[in-house]
């Protein structure tokens, strides 16, 4: 099915194509490596004045001021609270004011669950109240709770040896924080693999590269014919300690109450804002963040700040007076959170158009200083970002990677359109990731500074190139 969507976008982009040169595999441009280049290179002066704007000018710290301003007005933004709604009306306002173009809002339907209280309590060997947070989407424990002993486990394969023991069970997760890509199936799968062998809820230990007795909630999926129980991270410190327990035949028994809810799904909107193209605005740069969060700390690294450094691109780029040969267009998502719910949604309305998508960025792995840019497309287009990228030369950020996913965009890059993504600490990243902590105490106004040049100078200068990016 993937193949046939490629090859139905390839056939139509170059069928529709009526202005804006576009390089592809059976469309090669006239023009050489070496102009390409020369052309890039002619955005020297363009590329350090949005620097010096952001970095050192009267821009500096603007979107380290507005994010804060959100944050502490609104607080955490979950998919489906009166606050996300709120924030969005808020943003709808801000962009306006901020004399972008076309500035609307996008109605989708979004995912609605609430944690309640909750609470977990070790019994034996010995009373121990535990640090807990309910997982996005977990059902809730009948009022008085659910008594059993633990079964600690560190790998689902650990888990099916000794399935026989777990009938009747709260299973616990010890599971080794490898990455995040490879440790997060626990979270999002622990309840399930649980509950096929007769456990009564999971704990599974919070999937983080550091803690401080931090737990780190997230989404959670259940599957079709397999029974729903309860299921929320606890702190690794808590996760290790039963382990140690448990390795020494000690009997463990937790008392777990959740009032977990799962309501009907509610309105809300994709934000959108643009700076028209001046040449081919029918052609689209498309930059973003997403505007929701979990419903713990501010949310304001995940993903506040990588949908402020995205309007930050569009002040800087506008306060210029500069204006892209293509549209430049900023879309604050909703309900990334649960999986993507409100870019899948934008996808679907306006995939139509995706020959005219050049490329698609996310900004939501953080905006500490960035090391660089992730990138996902064709060689000849990563070698054209590269030479992008070195106009970034004056902040010492020009490294081009791979991979450029993200999980409002993937469905463009899945269909072939070339996508980037902001990299940074990764580390500290994921240390206040889902957590109480992500608050603007762990932001940086310089290295916002940075991160909104960075994603500025990208998006102007391939929005205002003579071609698109070829795609494979």
């Not at 040169?21 to 023009?31: A, E, L, P, W």
């Not at 889902?434 to 603007?440: E, I, P, Y």
């Amino acid at each position: 099915m993937k193949f046939l969507l490629l090859t139905f976008v390839g056939v139509v982009h170059l069928l529709s194509l009526s202005s804006g040169k576009t390089i592809y595999k059976n469309d090669i441009s006239q023009r050489s490596f070496q102009e390409i280049k020369e052309e890039i290179a002619s955005y020297g002066d363009v590329a350090k004045a949005i620097i010096n704007l952001a970095v050192y000018g009267k821009a500096q710290n603007r979107s380290y001021e507005r994010l804060a301003l959100l944050v502490d007005t609104v607080g955490p933004r979950p998919s489906g609270s009166k606050s996300l709604e709120k924030a969005i009306q808020i943003m709808h306002q801000n962009l306006q004011e901020d004399g972008l173009e076309n500035v609307h809002l996008e109605p989708v339907k979004i995912p609605h669950w609430e944690r309640g209280e909750e609470s977990a309590v070790m019994l034996e060997p010995r009373i121990h109240k535990m640090a807990i947070l309910g997982l996005g989407s977990s059902i809730g424990t009948p009022p008085e709770g659910i008594t059993a002993e633990v079964l600690v486990v560190t790998s689902f394969e650990e888990l099916q040896r000794r399935a026989p023991e777990a009938r009747g069970k709260i299973v616990v997760y010890n599971q080794p924080y490898v990455n995040y890509s490879k440790t997060v199936q626990y979270r999002v799968q622990g309840s399930v693999e649980a509950a096929k062998v007769g456990a009564v809820a999971s704990l599974i230990r919070s999937v983080t590269s550091f803690s401080i007795y931090s737990p780190h909630t997230g989404i959670q999926e259940y599957q079709d014919g397999v029974p729903k129980i309860p299921t929320a991270c606890i702190t690794v410190e808590d996760a290790e300690m039963m382990s140690r327990m448990a390795s020494r035949g000690n009997r463990i028994v937790i008392q777990l109450k959740m009032g977990a809810k799962n309501y009907p799904d509610a309105d809300s909107f994709n934000t959108v804002a643009e700076i028209i193209g001046s040449k081919y605005p029918e052609q689209v740069v498309l930059v973003s963040g997403h505007l929701d969060s979990w419903d713990v700390g501010q949310g304001a690294m995940d993903d506040g700040g990588g949908a402020f450094i995205s309007w930050e691109a569009l002040s800087l780029i506008k306060d210029l007076g500069l204006r892209p040969k293509r549209t430049l267009r900023l879309v604050l998502w909703t309900a990334e959170e649960q999986g993507g719910i409100g870019a899948f949604q934008y996808y679907q309305l306006h995939k139509a158009n995706i020959s005219n998508y050049s490329l698609v960025m996310e900004s939501d792995l953080g905006t500490f200083l960035p090391s660089g840019l992730q990138f996902t497309g064709s060689e000849k287009a990563r070698t054209i970002v590269e030479e992008v990228m070195s106009l970034l030369q004056p902040v010492n950020i020009t490294q081009v990677f791979r991979a450029g996913e993200g999980t409002d965009i993937n469905f463009w890059i899945q269909a072939g359109v070339p996508g980037a993504s902001l990299l940074d600490d990764l580390y500290k990243y994921f240390s206040f990731h889902h957590s109480h902590g992500d608050t603007m105490t762990i932001m940086d106004p310089k290295q916002m500074n940075v991160a909104a040049a960075v994603w500025a100078v990208v998006s102007y200068v391939i929005a205002d190139m003579e071609e698109m990016l070829p795609r494979s």
